[in-house]
C-alpha cells in the first residue's frame, strides 16, 4: 500500500527550539510539495522539490524555514528558531513529474509554545 | 497573483439532498484543476479535470470543468453523513510547481 509518510505525528516545543519534519514520499515519485495548513489561511504552499532539486520555495519564510531533499527517499522541512505563529499542520505530497494527482501523508500537527 | 477561490464556505444540509459545491480561479498557463476531500486527517484525491466540458464522475460525486469562464464544480447527489467533509479544490500551472489551494467548503450532512 504505497503511501506518503510524515514524522513526526505530533510535535509540541518550546519556542526557539528548532523542528525538523520528515517526510518520505512515494517509491518512485519525483515531486515533493510541502504544505502548511492553519484555519485562517488553509493550505499554503510552501516548498516544492522535482527530482530532489528546489524549484520554488518563495512560499517559505526563508529567514527561519529551510527544506532540503537529501536522497530521493526523505524530504525534510525545518524550523529555526520556531515561533508560536508557526503552529499548523504541515503536510507533504508527493507526485509524478508526468503529473496526476498529488498524493498526501497524514501531516505533522506542529504546536510551538 | 494566483488564486483560488471556493463558494460557499460552508453548507450545512439534510441527508438525502443534493449539493453544488464551486471553485473559480485565477491561474498563469493553467494545467489542470483537483478536487480533493479532507477529513480529520490529509486531504485525499477524488478527481483531476483537464478538459472543459467532460464530466468525471465516481459513484454519487461528479465534476466538471469550464475553462472559458475559468470555474468548476463538484456536485453530490444523495448526500449521505460519511460526505461530511472539507471539499478542496487546487489548480496546478501548467510547469507543474505550484499546486494552488482554495479554502475549502466545509460540508455538513444530517441524518
Known amino acids: 500500500d504505497a503511501r506518503v509518510t510524515q514524522t513526526p505525528r505530533h510535535k509540541v516545543t518550546e519556542m526557539g527550539q528548532e523542528v525538523t519534519m520528515r517526510c518520505q514520499p512515494i517509491?518512485?515519485?519525483?515531486?515533493v510539495f510541502w504544505y502548511r495548513q492553519t484555519m485562517m489561511q488553509g493550505l499554503e504552499l510552501l516548498a516544492y522539490?522535482?527530482?530532489?532539486?528546489?524549484?520554488?520555495d518563495s512560499g517559505m519564510p526563508k529567514d527561519r524555514f529551510s527544506a532540503e531533499m537529501p536522497d530521493a527517499t526523505l524530504a525534510t522541512l525545518k524550523i529555526q528558531p520556531s515561533e508560536p505563529r508557526d503552529s499548523a499542520v504541515y503536510f507533504c505530497?508527493?507526485?509524478?513529474?508526468?503529473?496526476?494527482?498529488?498524493?498526501f501523508g497524514q501531516g505533522t500537527r506542529l504546536t510551538v509554545v | 497573483e494566483d488564486k483560488v477561490v471556493q463558494s460557499p464556505l460552508s453548507l450545512v444540509v439534510h441527508e438525502g439532498d443534493t449539493v453544488t459545491l464551486n471553485c473559480s480561479y485565477e491561474v498563469t498557463n493553467f494545467r489542470s484543476l483537483l478536487w480533493y476531500k479532507q477529513e480529520k486527517k490529509a486531504p485525499t484525491f477524488l478527481f483531476m479535470l483537464t478538459s472543459s466540458g467532460i464530466e468525471k464522475k465516481s459513484g454519487r460525486l461528479s465534476s466538471i470543468l469550464d475553462k472559458k469562464e475559468l470555474f468548476s464544480i463538484l456536485n453530490i447527489t444523495a448526500t449521505q453523513t460519511g460526505d461530511s467533509a472539507v471539499y478542496l479544490c487546487?489548480?496546478?500551472?501548467?510547469?507543474?510547481?505550484?499546486?494552488?489551494f482554495g479554502k475549502g467548503t466545509t460540508l455538513s450532512v444530517s441524518s
Open positions: 505530497a508527493s507526485g509524478t513529474q508526468g503529473y496526476t494527482e498529488a498524493f
Open positions: 487546487a489548480v496546478l500551472n501548467q510547469a507543474g510547481t505550484a499546486l494552488i
Open positions: 522539490f522535482r527530482n530532489r532539486a528546489p524549484l520554488d
Open positions: 517509491l518512485g515519485h519525483n515531486t
